[in-house]
């Protein structure tokens, strides 16, 4: 974990792929706890520490996380990823390059919840979910395209699910059609960077998050 941004309200760090951010079945050790942990030892609070989850990111992913470390920052902040007041960048490597170099995805997407899977309908039905994306091609390799992505909405794995309906799975995700898995576990996908209006000082906030040093990533850094 590195800390890349914090305050009294606020704190955001750089989550490594195979991190979970809330404690699930697996018993892994969150993310959470490792920065609850950080604050009590940084600032030698005593008691239990307060920090609020205000999103996700899927295990296999890295990136930027926001935490709250207030209250009103979590109900001000919480408001505005409902409302879709932060805008988030992704950064994805793909294997095969998309026909076109940038277009925004329309997708209806219907989660299975005992696969732990969405799938992608180029129309509406029953329980679907309108998922829309902006992406655009910004760096060749050797092998792969490195796509960066911009979501409009926030639907369960939607840029690996909408990505994979256009032909181009995210290197290492099995799930959406991968041809292999990454040696780690890891999926390169990257949450890349946040911008938005700080819950309490309004101030602009944005902050990046490097990308994986090894790899394939390292072709584009």
Known sequence: MTVLYEDNHIIIVSKSAGEIVQGD?????????????????????????FLGVVHRL???????????????????????????????????????????????LTHYLVR???????????????GAKKAV???????????????????????HHQIRCQLSAIGCPIRGDLKYGAPRSNTDGSISLHARSIRFEHPVSHQEIYVEAPPPMEGPWQAFL
């Open 133 to 155: 994306l902006d992406y655009c091609v910004i760096g060749h390799s050797e092998r792969y395209h490195l796509l960066e992505v911009h979501l409009h909405t926030g639907r």
């Open 112 to 126: 299975n919840e005992q696969k732990n899977k969405s799938f992608a309908y180029d129309h509406e039905r029953q």
């Open 58 to 104: 899927d295990r296999p992913v890295s990136g930027v996380v926001v935490f709250a470390r207030t209250s009103k920052a979590l109900a001000r902040l919480n408001e505005m990823f409902r409302t879709g007041a932060v805008q988030k960048t992704y950064w994805a490597l793909v294997q095969n390059e998309p026909r076109q170099s940038e277009a925004t």
């Open 25 to 49: 079945k697996t018993g892994d050790t969150p993310l959470s706890e490792t920065v609850k942990l950080y604050i009590k030892e940084k600032y030698a609070k005593p008691g239990a520490v």
